[in-house]
Nanobody, 123 residues
Framework: QVQLVESGGGLVQAGDSLRLSCAASGRAFSSFLMGWFRQAPGKEREFVAAISSSGGMTYYADSVKGRSTISRDNSKKTVYLQLNNLKPEDTAVYYC????????????????WGQGTQVTVSS
């Protein structure tokens, strides 16, 4: 089992930055592909970013590419999502998830999920 706890969300203004964190406990964190997803009210949960187990490969949704950076610290069992130049359309609950590997963009590939952290961007 893996437990994931997100933090770092909040209410910010358009153009601001946030860094989300996801702390893991349980099984070997360093073996998991880690991802961030988000879900806005009334919408499907969508892929935001993912990072390979070693941190050597990163993947981003087009909607955040160039404005975000995913990283991980395996010694701290933590994955981060830096969000810059935030827009109102970034408003959503952001979820951290762990996968044994595979299609990094697909929700179904992720086995473990956190409870989410709310990000609200005002215009």
């Amino acid at each position: 089992q893996v437990q994931l706890v997100e933090s770092g969300g909040g209410l910010v203004q358009a153009g601001d930055s946030l860094r989300l964190s996801c702390a893991a406990s349980g099984r070997a964190f360093s073996s998991f592909l880690m991802g961030w997803f988000r879900q806005a009210p009334g919408k499907e949960r969508e892929f935001v970013a993912a990072i390979s187990s070693s941190g050597g490969m990163t993947y981003y949704a087009d909607s955040v590419k160039g404005r975000s950076t995913i990283s991980r610290d395996n010694s701290k069992k933590t994955v981060y999502l830096q969000l810059n130049n935030l827009k109102p359309e970034d408003t959503a609950v952001y979820y951290c998830a762990a996968s044994f590997g595979g299609r990094w963009w697909s929700r179904s590939e992720y086995t473990y999920w956190g409870q989410g952290t709310q990000v609200t961007v005002s215009s």
